[in-house]
């Protein structure tokens, strides 16, 4: 099946630094990902959707100045935490869509832990 | 918006059958998920259901009423390895967007 790689898989950061996650695809094009976050024990929340060569949508609550999203090509979007404070600390999750096929299924990454100290 | 509900855990023993029940609501219906989620890894798919019925899928199954807002996924000769947590999600409006449930944490017991 297709392959949704994340870099880096787990990363530690002072407070007030910023922090750069890449979402990949590997064998397939993707011209709209996803990013999503989860808290131990919590599910799966939406921050927003990523659309390359276009700015990206933001759920509502997601503060858009904070988690600045790049899709800058057919393959790869990067999510950043600017100014990353503990509270930010959480599992970070990326998936995309095959954007050849018209179906339903997405995959997702393998998820980036992210730990603020 | 979505509202999702799901029991927060369940156990069983392997080798039973369990249903994890999941009722929601939704302004706008794109679809029921059903992923698995192992502890610290990412989800993965398990079933899809856009109209109305069972989806079988080998020892998984997935129903879907519409009319009730409702979906149960059947796990049947349950092993160890099914230990997980399993989600119920809605599709969003544009293809690929999912709002999840909190989760049902399946412990399956020897």
Same mark, same amino acid.
């Not at chain 1, 099946?1 to 898989?9: K, R």
């Not at chain 1, 927003?48 to 790869?76: C, M, P, R, W």
């Given at each position: 099946?297709?392959v949704?790689?994340q870099?880096?898989?787990?990363?530690?950061?002072?407070?007030g630094t910023s922090?750069?996650?890449e979402?990949r &695809? /590997?064998?397939?094009?993707?011209? !709209?990902?996803f990013?999503?976050?989860?808290?131990?024990?919590?599910?799966?929340?939406?921050? =927003?959707t990523?659309?390359?060569?276009?700015?990206a949508?933001y759920?509502?609550?997601v503060?858009?100045?904070?988690?600045?999203i790049?899709h800058? &090509? /057919?393959?790869?979007?990067?999510? !950043?935490?600017t100014?990353a404070?503990?509270e930010?600390s959480?599992?970070y999750?990326c998936s =995309?869509r095959?954007t050849?096929l018209?179906?339903y299924?997405q995959?997702f990454?393998?998820?980036?832990?992210?730990?603020?100290? | 918006?979505?509202?999702?509900?799901q029991p927060?855990e369940?156990?069983a023993?392997?080798?039973a059958i369990?249903q994890?029940n999941?009722t929601?609501?939704?302004?706008?219906?794109?679809?029921?998920?059903w992923?698995q989620?192992?502890a610290?890894?990412a989800?993965?798919?398990l079933?899809?259901?856009?109209?109305d019925?069972?989806e079988e899928?080998?020892?998984f199954?997935?129903f879907?009423?519409?009319?009730?807002?409702?979906s149960?996924l059947?796990l049947k000769?349950?092993?160890?390895?099914d230990?997980a947590?399993?989600l119920?999600?809605?599709?969003g409006s544009t293809?690929?967007?999912?709002?999840f449930?909190?989760?049902?944490?399946l412990?399956?017991?020897?």
């Amino acid at each position: 099946g297709a392959v949704v790689s994340q870099h880096p898989s787990r990363v530690i950061c002072k407070s007030g630094t910023s922090v750069k996650i890449e979402c990949r &695809s /590997l064998d397939f094009q993707a011209t !709209t990902m996803f990013w999503y976050r989860q808290f131990p024990k919590k599910s799966l929340m939406l921050m =927003a959707t990523s659309n390359e060569g276009s700015k990206a949508t933001y759920e509502q609550g997601v503060e858009k100045d904070k988690f600045l999203i790049n899709h800058a &090509s /057919l393959t790869l979007s990067t999510l !950043t935490v600017t100014s990353a404070h503990p509270e930010d600390s959480s599992f970070y999750i990326c998936s =995309a869509r095959d954007t050849g096929l018209v179906d339903y299924e997405q995959y997702f990454g393998p998820g980036t832990r992210l730990t603020v100290t | 918006g979505q509202n999702i509900d799901q029991p927060t855990e369940m156990t069983a023993t392997e080798g039973a059958i369990v249903q994890i029940n999941c009722t929601y609501q939704t302004s706008g219906f794109n679809g029921l998920f059903w992923y698995q989620q192992h502890a610290g890894e990412a989800p993965t798919f398990l079933s899809y259901n856009v109209l109305d019925g069972l989806e079988e899928k080998g020892r998984f199954s997935s129903f879907l009423s519409r009319s009730k807002g409702y979906s149960y996924l059947l796990l049947k000769e349950l092993q160890m390895k099914d230990s997980a947590s399993y989600l119920c999600s809605l599709g969003g409006s544009t293809l690929g967007r999912l709002y999840f449930g909190r989760g049902t944490q399946l412990t399956v017991w020897p």
